[in-house]
C-alpha cells in the first residue's frame, strides 16, 4: 500500500478513536448524572 494511504488511513483512525473517547466521556457523565437523579427520586418516595 502507499505510504501516503497509509498515513491518511491511520490519521483517520485517530480522529475516529478520538471521537469515540469523547462520546464514552460524555456516556459516562451522562451516566453519572442519571444515577444521581434515580438516587434523588428513590429518597423522595420513601
Known amino acids: 500500500m502507499n505510504e501516503?494511504?497509509?498515513?491518511?488511513i491511520l490519521e483517520h483512525?485517530?480522529?475516529i478513536r478520538a471521537d469515540i473517547n469523547k462520546l464514552l466521556e460524555s456516556q459516562?457523565?451522562?451516566l453519572s448524572r442519571l444515577i444521581l437523579i434515580e438516587g434523588h427520586l428513590d429518597l423522595r418516595e420513601h
Not at 4 to 8: C, H, Q, Y
Open 4 to 8: 501516503n494511504l497509509e498515513n491518511l
Open 13 to 15: 483512525l485517530k480522529i
Open 28 to 30: 459516562c457523565a451522562i
